[in-house]
């Protein structure tokens, strides 16, 4: 999926990230938000409430799985 940070500390970010139930970041097999690349990983819901992130992009198992998770993030994507 395509992300985006609107909080004022990640303004102006944008990346991709998935869901993911691997026992490794999601302790219990609850789906947890993992941000790709160097600087990302898994993200609690209340931190990606506090940085403000937007999805741009995302299928709707993915938008199911971040709602299971706990997740209250804007889809904003056409």
């Known amino acids: 999926m395509k992300l985006r940070a609107k909080a004022p500390v990640r303004r102006g970010w944008e990346g991709t990230g ?13 789906p947890v938000l993992v941000i790709d690349g160097p600087d990302g990983g898994p993200l609690e819901p209340a931190e990606a409430y506090i940085y403000g992130y937007e999805i741009l992009k995302a299928t709707s198992d993915e938008l199911d799985k971040l709602h299971e998770g706990g997740y209250a993030i804007p889809y904003v994507g056409k």
């Open 18 to 30: 998935h869901v993911s139930t691997d026992p490794s970041v999601s302790p219990g097999g609850k």
